[in-house]
Structure formats: structure tokens, C-alpha cells
């Protein structure tokens, strides 16, 4: 398949389906892994990386995971096209980089993704939508043991899993959840909500993963530790904070409802007016303009607009989707216009 | 609001102390709350690289021994550096100066969770042996002792087997030298 055809589907996880699909994005379970016979790949080079990367293909198309069509090399893809898949969070912002040797195999419906030469040899990812932490865990685990038949791991039986980095070491496991917390940042609630969470042991990070900011109100929560606990018990001890935060955030919304109605349907609308009207649309605005809009879809102030509507536009309305379905690199500017163009066509008239 | 401490920033974190009855409110800055150890920080791996030379007391400067992993040829400096490891031999040369950290990161230096099937049935029993012990701990510190009864049953048997002899050799020898 090429990427192209990516660009116009949408993965699993945007279909705003999911439990709780108000606050909850979407649930993602990573796995890292290295094989025993290579060196890892900070010290992986030349012949011998190039045999390594050769030696994950065939295993994993063996372990029949994934189609080979969806086995992309990097090397062979343009810069846009890595971007892109980085927008669709197939790969991470390291691994958009290239180097020899790094692919990203892509599951049916973008639910699996498996990166080959990224920090570690092999991260593995199920992202499904809203949220389901356990489900996401359990198919995680599946591929995982198909891919154990066909390739042999580093694992220690005291350390467990052994991976690039210590920080990673046991289960390899990063269990997070995306979570859109617009009434919490409104109500300037968030930093004692992540003061409680760094307080349990969890990383808040930016919509793109580590090293990211949070924009558009996207977070993702994630287990720091990676030792001495089980994978049910990490994905437990995450999916018993997560209601705890949809409480904090529908509280806030209902709050903010009852307090300042009309102005956060101001707010609402005024987003809704920008985006079906404007001419000129930054990627950063319209994250922000969205991120309002989709808080008046699920607060019940605007009607008649499906979430996964909002979901199409927001993942759509990227930089590198909007060149990729145009088939050409457009710059900046004539992007903002291409954008605004989009999103009027693309938004319901009320 | 403005931090009260260093008056410039803007506060972000609230607190609420009650002391001898009376209610006192602190409104400071991320920044200063953190100095002020109001915010627990997470060891980030910068301080868990600096951590290395002194073997756990973060940022201390020691020199670091010139150890080289054999299979890979990285050297503890080389690692502080990129805080990435060369193979997974690392973690057995580099040992000692690892698992005091290892602990301060995850609270845990044993791996209780999945084993790839490979690694033979002993790994898995010894992971179950480690279970019904916290377990059995657990249910004794808990005065259940019908539980801690039952369990200690259960490991009574997984010990004997393990004695017994009767599992099948360890799969792993068989992809030796692969």
C-alpha cells in the first residue's frame, strides 16, 4: 500500500467511538524489545545493521502481523511522507529522523504499528479509541507473542525485558491514554491534576509523545516505571486515575456550564464562526479553535456535528496530511490558505 | 496570582495548610514550589546519567571506572553521554554502578512480569514462586490466614515440582547460538 492511501482513511482510534470518547482520545499500549543477537542500535552500524534490519523484515512478515505492502522503509519515504506518519502517531518524532535501516510496519486499520531500528530494535504500538486500557494491553501482548516465535528477545530473568534505555527496562511496557482536558485548563485546574498524578508515579506529556508540548488541550498520561510490577497491574493502576480525571473534567465542563454559560458558548461559537469562515488558518489556531469546538460537541452546546467529524478535520488539517492529499509540498503560507480551504469545505453548516 | 515567593511568576500551585487550627493558604510558582520540595521531582534521566560515576548520589563527580563492554565496546562515559546502552550485555558489565539506580527509577530491581516463551518454564516458575510469596506476605500481614494458608499450599506444590525435576528441559539451550 502506499502512504498516499493512508491519507485518506482514518485509523481506528479517530473514530471518536470508544468508552468515553468525551475526554478519551484514544488508548495506546507500546512494548519495546531487542533482539539478542544484535548490538542495539546506538551501536548497530554498517553490514551489521543493514543484516539486522533485513532480519526483522522477514521475521515479522513471517510472523504474518502485518501485510508486506505495509512495510515501509524510511529511507525510501520523503521527509513529508515521515512527517505524516508522525501526524498519524505511526512513528515517533525520533524515528521521523530516518537513519539506515528504520521501518515502520502498519497494521488493518492503524490499530498495530511496529517501528524497527528505533531507540530499541523493535516498538511495538496498539492505539485503538477512547478509552480501554486492558483491551489495548491484551492485543499488545498477542502480537507480542507472535513476534516472540519468530524473534529472540533480550530478556534477563531478573531485569526482564532488556531495552536501549534503563528507563524502559522489565516489561518494555508504556501504557498511556490522550486525554482532551479543555475545562480543566479553563478552570486552571490542570497543574494540581498533574501535580496528582506525578505524585502516583505518571508522566504527563504533549500530544506527540515524549518531549512534546500540549496543544489543542490533548495530554497523554503514562506509567513512569517499567519494573518490579506486572503489565495487568500498570494498565490497572493507569485505568483506576483515569476516571478520576473524567470526573475532574466533567465537573469542570459542568461548572463552567452553569457559572458562565454564555461565555463559554461564546467561546464555542466564536470557534465555529473562525473556522467555517476564516480564509487564513495556522495549524496552531486551528488546533486551538478545534479543541473548542469539540468541547462544545460533547458539552451538548452545539448540535448536529458528529465527534468523528471534529477527529477528520483535526487529523486531516495537519501540515503534512494536507500536502500529502494534495499530493505536492506547499509552503507555509499557501498551507494556511489550503488549510482554511479545507475546513470550510469540510465543516457542516449549522 | 503572582508566586509569593519569588513575586515574579505567576502561581500555579495552591496549597492549603492547617496548622494548630488555623488555615493558611501558599500560592506559589511551579518553579519555586519545586525548590522548595512542595513538588515531588521525578529523578529524570539526566540526574539517572549523573547518577552513574557515584554509583546512586546523583551529581556527584566522580571519575568513572574505564570499564568497556566486551561485545559492544561501551564504556560507562560513553553511556552518561547518550544515556543509551551499546547491546544488552551492558547491563551485566556495567552491573554494580546500574542497580542502585535501576531501583531509584522503578522502585524494583526484579522483573515480575511477562517471559517470552523461550526463556524456558524455570523463569516463569521462579516468577510464579515471587507472586504467591508477596502473596502470602500480603494475606499474613493482613490476618487472612485462611488465604495465607491456601497459598502457602500452592507453593508448597510449585516447590516440589521444581524439586521433582519433572519439568522438561529448559527450552531456551535449544536456540543457543543463534
Known amino acids: 500500500m502506499q502512504i498516499r492511501k493512508l491519507a485518506d482513511s482514518l485509523g481506528e482510534w479517530l473514530g471518536g467511538t470508544g468508552p468515553e470518547s468525551d475526554v478519551v482520545i484514544s488508548s495506546r499500549v507500546r512494548l519495546a524489545r531487542n533482539l539478542e543477537r544484535f548490538n542495539f542500535p546506538a551501536r548497530l552500524e554498517g553490514a551489521e545493521r543493514a543484516e539486522c534490519a533485513t532480519h526483522i523484515r522477514e521475521r515479522i512478515l513471517e510472523s504474518k502481523v502485518v501485510e508486506a505492502e505495509n512495510y515501509f522503509l524510511l529511507e525510501e519515504r520523503s521527509a513529508l511522507e515521515r512527517h505524516f506518519l508522525v501526524e498519524r502517531h505511526l ?40 478509552l480501554q486500557p486492558v483491551e489495548t494491553w491484551r492485543i499488545a501482548s498477542s ?80 506509567n513512569q516505571s517499567t519494573l518490579g510490577k506486572t503489565e495487568e497491574s500498570i494498565v ?51 488546533m486551538t479553535l478545534l479543541s473548542a469546538l469539540r468541547l462544545g460537541v460533547h458539552a451538548g452546546i452545539i448540535e448536529g456535528l458528529a465527534p468523528a467529524a471534529v477527529n477528520e478535520i483535526f487529523i486531516f488539517s495537519q501540515p503534512a496530511h494536507l500536502q500529502i492529499r494534495a499530493g505536492r509540498e506547499i509552503p507555509a503560507a499557501e498551507r494556511d490558505v489550503l488549510r482554511a480551504d479545507f475546513v470550510r469545505a469540510h465543516l457542516p453548516s449549522l | 496570582m503572582i508566586c509569593e515567593n519569588c513575586k ?11 496548622v494548630n487550627n488555623t488555615k493558611k493558604e501558599i500560592h506559589l510558582c511551579e518553579h519555586c514550589a519545586e525548590k522548595q520540595g512542595v513538588v515531588k521531582q521525578q529523578m529524570s534521566i539526566a540526574d539517572f546519567l549523573a547518577g552513574l560515576a557515584s554509583g546512586g548520589a546523583p551529581a556527584a563527580k566522580h571519575k568513572l571506572p574505564d570499564v568497556r563492554c566486551p561485545s559492544c565496546g561501551m564504556s560507562l562515559a560513553e553511556f552518561q553521554t547518550g544515556g543509551r546502552f551499546g547491546c544488552a550485555d551492558d547491563y ?53 490466614y485462611e488465604q495465607a494458608a491456601q497459598v502457602r499450599d500452592q507453593l508448597r506444590r510449585l516447590e516440589e515440582q521444581a524439586e521433582g525435576g519433572k519439568e522438561p528441559s529448559g527450552d531456551a539451550d535449544q536456540e543457543a547460538g543463534r
Request: charge should be positive; glycine fraction near 6%; include cysteine.
Open chain 2, 92 to 144: 551485566t558489565v556495567f552491573r554494580e554502578r546500574l542497580m542502585p539506580l535501576i531501583e531509584k527509577i522503578h522502585d524494583s530491581t526484579q522483573h515480575v512480569g511477562k517471559v517470552p516463551a523461550r526463556a524456558g518454564r524455570s523463569v516463569q516458575r521462579e516468577k510464579e514462586l515471587r507472586q504467591l510469596q508477596a502473596e502470602l506476605k500480603r494475606a499474613v500481614d493482613r490476618e487472612e
Open chain 1, 236 to 286: 490497572r493502576d493507569l485505568g483506576a486515575v483515569v476516571p478520576e480525571v473524567l470526573k475532574y473534567e466533567r465537573s469542570a465542563r459542568r461548572t463552567l456550564l452553569h457559572r458562565d454559560k454564555r461565555r463559554i458558548e461564546d467561546r464555542v461559537w466564536r470557534a465555529y464562526a473562525m473556522l467555517k469562515h476564516a480564509r487564513i488558518l495556522s495549524s496552531d489556531e486551528t
Open chain 1, 91 to 130: 512513528i515517533s518524532k525520533e524515528h521521523e529522523d530516518g537513519g539506515a535501516g528504520r521501518a515502520v510496519a502498519v497494521g488493518a486499520d492503524e490499530i498495530l504499528s511496529i517501528m524497527a531500528l528505533e531507540e530499541d530494535h523493535l516498538r511495538l504500538q496498539i492505539l485503538k479509541s477512547g
Open chain 1, 143 to 222: 502480537v507480542d507473542d507472535l513476534l516472540d516465535r519468530h524473534l529472540h528477545f533480550a530478556f534477563n530473568p531478573q531485569l526482564g525485558y532488556l531495552t536501549s534505555c534503563p528507563t524502559n527496562v522489565g516489561t518494555g511496557l508504556r501504557v498511556s491514554v490522550m486525554l482532551h482536558l479543555p475545562a480543566l485548563v479553563l478552570t486552571r485546574h490542570i497543574a494540581k491534576c498533574f501535580q496528582a498524578m506525578a505524585k502516583i508515579g505518571l508522566n504527563v506529556r504533549g500530544l506527540y509523545g515524549e518531549g512534546t508540548e500540549a496543544s489543542g488541550d490533548f495530554y497523554q498520561i503514562s
Open chain 2, 8 to 18: 515574579k511568576h505567576q502561581a500555579t500551585i495552591h496549597l492549603t495548610e492547617i
